[in-house]
């Protein structure tokens, strides 16, 4: 069973650009980079550098120090409810923890093809737009606007 606890990682360029992935269980639905925690006492910033590597291949061990920040944000939102049988049984909310992720300008991308089909580069405006969640369009837009 999943922990509603979970982490949104916004992936940049020093250009702007930011990294988003298309869902494979879900077609046009682009999203950043988000997983659960694997255990309760797991760090906030070892389960981004983990979603990360896991859904990007993006390995930020080969970063510069300090190139994940967390973003000192959270949300709470409603599970989707076809989502919800993965939680334990009357757990609707989920509290979600937002980081920022500076890689190369060269940065490749391997997506984990069971869980995403697809990945673009967009213009951070155009990016928190192209999000099916408000949520993670508002978190690009927040990583910008500081």
């Not at 020093?14 to 925690?37: C, H, K, N, P, Y």
């Not at 797991?42 to 300090?66: F, H, K, M």
């Not at 940065?107 to 869980?115: C, D, G, K, Y």
Request: aromatic residues 10%.
């Amino acid at each position: 069973m999943k922990i509603p606890i979970s982490v949104l990682v916004v992936i940049y360029k020093s250009t702007g650009d930011v990294l988003l992935i298309e869902r494979a269980d879900r077609s046009g639905f682009w999203q950043s980079v988000t997983g659960s925690l694997d255990a309760p006492d797991e760090d906030l910033a070892t389960a981004a550098a983990r979603e990360v590597l896991e859904e990007t291949g993006i390995d930020i061990t080969s970063l510069p120090e300090g190139a994940l920040q967390n973003m000192h944000h959270q949300i709470e939102y409603e599970i989707y409810p076809q989502w919800r049988y993965r939680y334990p049984p009357g757990i609707t909310q989920n509290t979600e923890h937002w980081f920022s992720l500076e890689v190369p300008d060269n940065t490749s991308v391997t997506l984990a093809p069971r869980e995403h089909v697809a990945y673009q580069w967009l213009p951070f405006e155009q990016a928190a737009k192209q999000c099916f969640s408000r949520s993670n369009g508002e978190a690009i837009l927040h990583l910008f606007s500081a």
